[in-house]
């Protein structure tokens, strides 16, 4: 008996030997979680309705792609570089003045302390993107506002985009005057932008240049329809607007109303294809996820077009860590 026990300790050491190789072996062949291994992107965004547009769908888009995304805000509806400063500025020289804090009862010092921030995005009001002047100081001022108090935060353009080609009205381009077109509203907001990221050394999420080449691209580009009777519009009918990217004409209260500045689904979609190349520097042509109402071939062209467009000046976009 004495003989026998050792043996049988030995044969039960090593039935659990042979259970735990298992086990190891089971785990490693088994499917992990998308999000395994992968660090979590902290963004944080200062803007107003076109960063809302743009971001609309990137949280679909990162966790079909397996990325980790949380997302700050800081936005008011048609806010510029000038009214988020000046409401950072209203909170620091009193942090009771209410207009300091803007953002639901909460400042921006409040909101960008709630947490460690990777990335934080500013842009220009719509309306004013086109006129570098606008810019100054206050893009400045909130980038050294930003990185006071996250200084290993990257801090990028949100690079705006044009109205639609049949808007009523451009952005300014100078004092007293505004662009004549969607292309020169396009031209002045894009050099504006690149003037100043270069000012301050930071890199530029360009969506303002996917918008323009898909309005620019042969069998893709939006139209406006002429033939549709806008004297005498009847509801339901609206105009053509196949392959827009911007709300368009829509009827609202028996009355035929148009938005030519935001964007549909298909516009915000191809803002979160943007900012997915950017931020993960990964192509989303092999994602699936479309949102309703956009059609699945030009969703499709949109996918390829924001990856194209983040590749092509790849130096200028590229993100780096704690700009």
Same mark, same amino acid.
């Given at each position: ?186 031209? #002045? ?23 323009? #080449? ?71 042509? #092999? ?28 130096? #200028? ?7």
């Amino acid at each position: 008996m004495r003989i026998l026990r050792p043996i049988g300790q030995q044969r039960v050491c090593l039935l659990l030997l042979l259970c735990f190789i298992r086990v190891i072996a089971f785990s490693q062949s088994t499917p992990t979680a998308v999000n395994s291994g992968k660090q979590p992107i902290h963004l944080f965004m200062i803007g107003n309705s076109f960063s809302q547009n743009a971001s609309k769908f990137l949280p679909e888009l990162s966790k079909e792609g397996g990325h980790e995304l949380i997302i700050g805000r800081a936005e008011l509806g048609g806010s510029s570089l000038q009214r988020h400063w000046e409401h950072a500025e209203a909170a620091e020289r009193n942090p009771d003045d209410p207009k300091g804090k803007p953002y639901t009862g909460k400042s921006l010092k409040m909101l960008l302390s709630e947490g460690q921030w990777d990335v934080v995005t500013i842009q220009q009001a719509s309306i004013l993107s086109g006129n570098v002047d606008t810019y100054r100081p206050y893009a400045r001022k909130l980038y050294e506002y930003v990185k006071k108090l996250q200084p290993r935060a990257t801090v990028v353009f949100h690079q705006t985009w044009a109205y639609r080609s049949d808007s009523k009205d451009f952005s300014q381009i100078a004092s007293g005057d505004s662009a004549k077109s969607a292309e020169q509203m396009w031209e #002045k907001s894009r050099a504006a932008y690149h003037t100043i990221a270069d000012e301050l050394g930071i890199a530029i999420i360009p969506n303002g240049d996917a918008f323009w #080449k898909m309005n620019t691209t042969a069998n893709w580009a939006y139209h406006p329809d002429h033939a549709f009777d806008f004297t005498h519009p009847q509801s339901p009918a609206l105009p053509n607007q196949t392959h827009s990217l911007h709300m368009g004409y829509r009827w609202d209260n028996g009355k035929l109303a148009f938005d030519s500045h935001h964007a549909n689904n298909a516009g915000c979609y191809l803002g979160g294809l943007v900012w997915y190349s950017f931020l993960f520097n990964e192509s989303p042509v #092999k994602l699936t996820f479309c949102p309703d109402g956009v059609d699945k071939d030009f969703a499709k062209q949109l996918r390829k077009t924001a990856w194209s467009v983040v590749k092509k000046e790849e130096t #200028k976009y590229r993100l780096v860590r704690g700009k």
